[in-house]
């Protein structure tokens, strides 16, 4: 269990200083968050998209009838 | 996917949607973060197949040849090292779809790389007329020569991440943007 938890600890350095040559923008935290989707199969340009949309953008979703709106 | 993996998949989801709006200022209120995760479940399940074939090594020679074009030969050979060691992690606790996050952060550095080139070009200069029709008239050139050197002083050239890959040109002095495309 110790070696497992120092290969995932050595991976996740290895993606994030990947991740920082990039100039992804992700933290470290994200970025896990990240790995662990892909190895459970998800589509990497699905996840790409969400970040894409949410990582810096305050309001990107169109109105929904159900929530009134904050703005004056 | 057996239910306890969705059960993961949807804990992990709810997450990721959470520290990425937590990194925004203001912090969203609670029906932006309700709106933001049934965005991003939609998302995820209209998207299921990727595009590319799931080779590491074809992924990260993509990678290399993007930081090798674009001047930054020691990033390349950084990432090259990296990549190296990342690859030979296998077994209990190494990731296993390595592919899949090499190809995440490929994509996520070319949507902020593409972010950041259609803010300048939009904040920083914007007066010009990036949609004129008229831009791929070369006469233009022709004519601003024939004007002497003035038309070439303080030109600024901006070369597009657009796919179709259009050089635009603008020659400062006389407010003209020329768009040619190079292919």
């Known amino acids: ?72 | 996917m057996e239910e306890e993996d969705q059960r993961k998949v949807t804990d992990l989801v709810i997450e990721l949607v959470r520290r990425l709006l937590s990194q925004q200022n203001p912090p969203p209120s609670s029906p932006h973060f309700s709106q933001s995760l049934r965005y991003a479940f939609r998302i995820l399940s209209s998207r299921l197949t990727p595009s590319v074939s799931p080779d590491a090594d074809a992924v990260s020679e993509s990678i290399k040849r993007c930081l090798a074009t674009q001047g930054n030969s020691s990033d390349a050979l950084t990432f090259s090292d990296l990549y190296t060691k990342f690859a030979s992690k296998n077994g209990l606790g190494s990731v296993n779809n390595k592919w899949a996050v090499l190809y995440l952060l490929k994509i996520i550095s070319a949507d902020r790389k593409n972010a950041i080139n259609g803010m300048d070009s939009s904040v920083f200069l914007p007066n010009l007329g990036l949609n004129d029709d008229e831009t791929e008239n070369d006469s233009r050139v022709l004519n601003a020569k024939e004007n002497g050197d003035k038309a070439w002083k303080n030109g600024v050239l901006l070369v597009s991440k657009d796919p179709r890959i259009y050089v635009k040109f603008h020659l400062g002095s006389l407010g003209i943007w020329l768009r040619k495309r190079m292919r």
């Open chain 1, 1 to 72: 269990m110790e070696e497992a938890a120092k290969t995932a600890k050595e991976s996740l350095d290895l993606a994030f200083h990947i991740s920082n040559i990039l100039g992804t923008g992700l933290d470290r935290h994200t970025l896990s968050v990240l790995i662990a989707l892909c190895d459970m199969g998800l589509n990497p340009e699905a996840l790409a998209a969400v970040v894409k949309e949410l990582q810096t953008e305050p309001c990107p979703l169109p109105p929904t009838p159900t929530v009134p709106s904050s703005v004056p």
